[in-house]
């Protein structure tokens, strides 16, 4: 059992998470395969899990998308090189550059499934922040 806060986590929580963690995944490989708008059913049975699961985690489609993009950033963001501002012009295009394939190798799909209606494009703003 693992321990949040100093307190033990309830099986159930435990689960929960690892349910939402699963219905996440999927809709990422379902994007990264080249669904670039995946239906809640097609997730569900990719997460191996039923349509009302996926709404008892997610209010809607939108909050899903959301979630996932958050998930490919969080991914992203330890594959990144620091810059070191002394180092020689082409050694800090190459980290520059290096950075800058990783972020759109990890998130193009994603960000693409996600801006493909019109509604999720308005939400991207909030993730721009990060």
Same mark, same amino acid.
Do not use: W
């Given at each position: ?11 159930q ?11 996440t995944?999927a ?7 080249? =669904?670039? =708008? ?24 939108? =909050?899903l ?39 759109h190798?990890?998130l ?12 999720r ?7 721009r922040?990060?």
């Open positions: 059992m693992e321990v949040h806060r100093g307190r033990p986590e309830v099986p929580t435990v689960r929960s998470r690892a349910t939402h963690e699963r219905i995944a809709l990422v490989q379902l994007v990264e395969s080249g =669904q670039h =708008q995946p239906c809640a059913a097609d997730v569900a049975v990719c997460a191996r899990v039923s349509l009302r699961t996926i709404f008892h985690h997610f209010h809607d489609l939108d =909050q998308y959301s979630a996932a993009l958050a998930t490919q950033i969080s991914r992203v963001l330890p594959t990144l090189v620091v810059v070191d501002s002394t180092s020689e012009l082409h050694v800090k295009c190459d980290a520059i550059s290096l950075n800058r394939d990783s972020i190798a990890t193009a799909p994603t960000l693409r499934a996600f801006i493909a209606n019109p509604n494009a308005a939400r991207l703003t909030e993730h922040e990060h």
